[in-house]
């Protein structure tokens, strides 16, 4: 199937997905039977381009790299906002990245819902849509006979929600337990090195690992967005933000990491959701695991997630939680199956 998409947002994230399918163009053609064209992009800084027939993707991301706004490409219409590129343009699929705002669902959730109602395919790596009114949104999804999709809303582009959802299905999912945030498990790693934990968040900062406001990873609120998702997009419960308990890092001292290596344990930032008698609990909290543990050994950025099952018992994925390339595989792969689902 060829589709016509539209980026809303065109950050890091954006990008990411842009590069993978200019390099890969051909092979998704020969193996997938994908094929594209981007029709437009709307980003609040790097500017708007609508040009219905698609754009030259390579000189989009040599405009953008360089600086230049989008406004300046040679052919098309700009100055289009995410709404109208969204309602009035030609895409049938939109890829909304803009930043994510878990508490209201921030103006992403305004673009999917207005993609949906106009029957358009909607593939996301937004928590805040997710979070908020993600069952909602997948319902109105199916009522327009079209998809919304959002894989690297957990774990980026490691299986996580498709992992669950359709690798995982006829299993009954009791807990989902793991390191869902990676500036976190960095800062861990680095403690355990001797490194200060101000040091260890600068560094994290400077690979790029944190949000723009690493509050967000150190108080445990990314990684309590992520189990909100799991909770509901796959334990069908239906949690707001603050039912699921939270506890950052920040408490935990050098000396504390230090202790904990002396008595053969680590720190690790653990967010699970489990099925119970009175309904699904939720929570993010420091944990001193013992080395023996799964979850202890993975270190650095890296992120996992354990599922416990009924005919399978305990199932890990482990892999990359953040980065590029990472995310904008995520948005890819949900392209991919939207593409054999459709085509
Ligand atoms: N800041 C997040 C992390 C990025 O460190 O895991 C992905 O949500």
Known sequence: MRFKIAFIGFGVVGQGLAEILVDKEEELKEIYGFEYEVVAISDIQKGSIYLPDGLDM?????????????????????????LKTITKSNADVIIEVTYTDMETGGPGLEHVKAALDAGKHVVSTNKGPVATRGKELVELAGKKGVRFM??????????????????????????????????????????????????????????????????????????????????????????????????GITQITLDDVKKAKEEGMRWKLVGSTKK????VK????????????????????????????????????????????????????DLLNLNSTTG
Not at 58 to 82: C, F, H, I, N
Not at 291 to 296: E, G, W
């Open 58 to 82: 390579r000189k989009v991301l040599s405009m953008v790299s360089s600086g230049e706004s989008l406004d300046g490409y040679p052919r098309g219409e700009t100055g289009w906002s995410p």
């Open 150 to 247: 959002f894989e690297g809303t957990v774990l980026s582009g490691t299986p996580a929600i498709n992992f669950a959802k359709y690798t995982l299905a006829g299993c009954e999912i009791k807990e989902i337990k793991g390191i869902m945030n990676g500036t976190t498990n960095y800062i861990l790693s680095q403690m355990e090195e001797g490194m200060e934990y101000q040091d260890a968040l600068t560094k994290a900062q400077e690979l790029g690992y944190a949000e723009a406001d690493p509050a967000g990873d150190v108080e445990g609120i990314d990684a309590q967005g992520k189990v909100q998702i799991l909770s509901n997009m796959v334990m069908g419960a239906s949690l707001k933000l603050h039912d699921v308990e939270r506890e």
């Open 276 to 279: 119970t008698e009175g309904g």
């Open 282 to 333: 939720a929570k993010v909290s420091p944990e001193k695991l013992p080395l023996s543990h799964p979850l202890a050994n993975v270190m650095g950025p890296t992120n996992a997630l354990t599922f416990s099952t009924d005919l399978l018992g305990d199932v890990t994925v482990i892999g990359p939680g953040a980065g590029k390339k990472e995310t904008g595989f995520s948005l890819l792969v």
